[in-house]
């Protein structure tokens, strides 16, 4: 039967696309393409009413922190370069590389992300607990008389803002931990190859096994390599790096 359902909405499908004509549905396709512009928040101004504006001067404050927390990023790819040492032995040597072209201290990188994991989740917590704020704000709308449907949208988008900066801040600290994951992968698994040792900046790793270098990938030769240094290289907090791991979003 659903089959038979399938079979009958297929064919008034097709009957309903030769009625439209090409233009008309290559217009709407291209309406349906159209990118979602991002949701603006505009603080609106303040109602009088302590339960409504609590909530609104609430919502703004997790608006701006997450603006600060998601512009102070600083945005880095993983490079591997695979490098071969003097008996023929190949080997992968990561470097975190920012946007600048720069090798980052991992041990560095990773205390920053600590603390970015602490202060998304405590910022994740606090739009928690704001949201639990709109029950009151929305009983307290019928006191505003004609201002209420205003402040009635006033309300939703601040919902909606709550939940659209939960979500990016959420993915920026999953981000971050899987981050900190491999970072600490690469250490853990960290070589040195006679008297070349891996650094702050560069870490060199076996090949897993099975694997072999990538088609068309001439390895460098590991003397020849820039394998950084130690200079900027920091102590790492291993008690806060497991709590940060162990971090669960509200």
Known sequence: MMKHAFLKNMAAALVL??????GAFAQKKKKE??????????????????????????CDDCWNRTLAFTQNLTMYHIDTTYVKGDDGTVYKA?????????????????????????????????MTNVGLGMANASLAL?????????????IGDGAKILGECGKEVGRIVQDKKAENAA????????VNVGEIKSTDKVILNRLDEGEDVPAGVDPAMLNDFD????????????????????????
Do not use: H
Not at 17 to 22: A, N, V, W
Not at 228 to 248: P, R, Y
């Open 17 to 22: 696309c030769m009625l439209i004509p090409t």
């Open 183 to 190: 970072i600490k992968a690469m250490k853990q698994n960290a």
């Open 94 to 126: 990561f470097s975190l590389v920012d946007q600048n072209g720069e090798k980052r201290s991992t041990s560095k990188v990773i205390m920053q992300n600590i603390d970015l994991i602490f202060a998304g989740t405590d910022l994740t917590l606090t």
């Open 227 to 250: 394998m950084g240094d130690n200079s900027e290289a920091v102590d790492i907090d291993e008690a806060a790096l497991a709590e940060a791991e162990a971090k669960e979003l509200e």
């Open 33 to 58: 393409k159209k990118e979602k512009e991002p949701f603006q928040w505009v603080m609106p101004p303040l109602s009088g009413n302590a339960d409504v504006d609590d909530y609104l001067k609430s």
């Open 142 to 154: 019928p006191s505003l008389g004609l201002k209420a449907i205003s402040y009635g949208k006033y």
